[in-house]
């Protein structure tokens, strides 16, 4: 395939959590801001500012205090509801832009270009950043090239090289204009190449995108994968990887948190499986399949080296594939019960939803029959995902989640929920 028959356009929000907290609050605009994890536990998004000063993805926020202290560093607690908000609204806007669209991540979509030959695609990226930044105040990068991971590519030089102004397009360059920038960026930055896989390719003198650009394809599948084929092929133009436009349905559907504090007693336990269920039914609901097993886990501390270690866990096959939230918490509690253990100061429980199918193939009785109680079931999950949708996540829950929660992730320094809770709305006064 010709290397300009196609143009995929990679678009991406830099430092999308942080970006986020900007947006409502300039005055982080040009300071050193971190988002942390759950529990405020590591860095998990960084500002350049932060960046420059050599603080790494997921470095604990304990060693970084000193730091912290002598440049300014502003630490945010993770506001997921508010960071899904503006993921919507970005990939709302992004898909005025292209009726092919791939989201890949929160902070990531692919569109198709193809279409859009005629007009300058630098050009056309510009347009998009400009509307991107304009509706929603967050700045992003778009990078152009005949394939995702040449997208991807271009992404990258883009958010690097200031000339770009934020907008790479690759179709745009010749061959060697490719091969020079190519020639200055690190293996391990390739799309599906990362930190696992650079060191080997290292040590075979492979060390830029151009040296893998030009190694033998064959030697490398018989050394790694045909994965490893599929990536070379996709750096000289050849398209291996098709743009999804439908994020395919999840196999497994996993929730699972750290307590803010510890916790011994199995009611507090109980609570939390039921939450997490509840979260992990709502997603399976969302992606209209059933659920043909329910895995529950449980464990201490493994870094708290003064008290006894004990991890657990137990899958359970249900009888009926089901949505129902009722159900699954119940099976989940019963398996629960099982695996708790007195004495134990507890850090951190999880579910787990396996054995996935689509709603349509799920397994009737005898008689291929959906009885009273199923409809009954499905009017009553429809009822509360859509009051909860409207009125926010909880309005409606099991009564066995809890209400006061204290083994909840700490939140030491959110900031509002700006987009999606009426009482926090910013308020202009004169």
Not at 175 to 200: M, N
Not at 392 to 414: C, D
Request: aromatic share 8%; charged share 25%.
């Amino acid at each position: 395939m010709d290397k300009h028959n196609r143009s995929i356009a990679l678009i991406d929000v830099n430092n999308f959590y942080v970006s986020c907290e900007r947006v409502f609050n300039p005055r982080l605009e040009d300071k050193p801001v971190v988002v942390l994890s759950n529990n405020d536990g590591c860095a998990v998004a960084r500002s350049n500012e932060v960046k420059a000063l050599g603080v790494k993805t997921g470095q604990p926020w304990f060693q970084l205090e000193d730091l912290a202290k002598k440049h300014g560093i502003i630490a945010y607690s993770s506001n997921y509801t508010l960071y899904a908000d503006m993921s919507n609204r970005f990939m709302s806007i992004l898909a005025v832009f292209s009726p092919n669209q791939e989201i890949y991540s929160i902070d990531e979509c692919f569109l198709d270009l193809t279409g859009f030959r005629t007009k300058s695609l630098t050009h056309y990226g510009q347009q998009i950043r400009q509307r991107i930044k304009q509706w929603t105040g967050l700045p992003v990068c778009v990078g152009i090239g005949s394939t995702k991971t040449l997208a991807k590519l271009a992404n990258h030089i883009a958010k690097k090289n200031l000339e770009f102004r934020g907008v790479c397009d690759l179709n745009a360059m010749s061959s060697q204009q490719q091969d020079e920038w190519f020639s200055k960026i690190e293996v391990g930055e390739i799309w599906g190449i990362g930190r696992r896989l650079a060191p080997k390719l290292q040590e075979i003198g492979i060390k830029t995108v151009l040296d893998l650009k030009t190694a033998s394809t064959s030697q490398l599948r018989a050394r790694f994968s045909v994965v490893m084929e599929k990536t070379i092929r996709e750096i000289n133009g050849t398209a291996c990887i098709e743009l999804e436009e439908i994020n395919p349905p999840k196999n497994q559907i996993v929730s699972s948190r750290s307590f803010g504090m510890p916790v011994s007693d199995l009611a507090s336990l109980e609570e939390s499986v039921s939450l997490y269920i509840s979260r992990a039914a709502e997603k399976l609901r969302r992606q209209q399949s059933f659920a043909g097993s329910v895995h529950v886990n449980i464990r201490t501390s493994p870094f708290n080296e003064k008290e006894p270690y004990y991890a657990n866990s137990m899958t359970i096959a249900l009888p009926r594939q089901t949505d129902d939230t009722r159900i699954l918490t119940k099976v989940a509690l019963w398996g629960l019960r099982r695996i708790y253990r007195r004495g134990y100061r507890y850090q951190k429980a999880g579910v787990m939803l396996s054995e996935l199918v689509p709603r349509q193939y799920r397994q009737l009785d005898l008689f291929g029959t959906i009885s009273a109680a199923d409809n009954q079931s499905s009017k009553l999950m429809s009822v509360m995902d859509q009051i909860n949708a409207r009125m926010g996540r909880g309005t409606l829950k099991l009564a066995s989640e809890g209400f006061k929660q204290p083994w909840k992730m700490k939140l030491g320094n959110k900031s509002p929920n700006y987009t999606t809770n009426w009482d926090e709305l910013i308020c202009v006064t004169k």
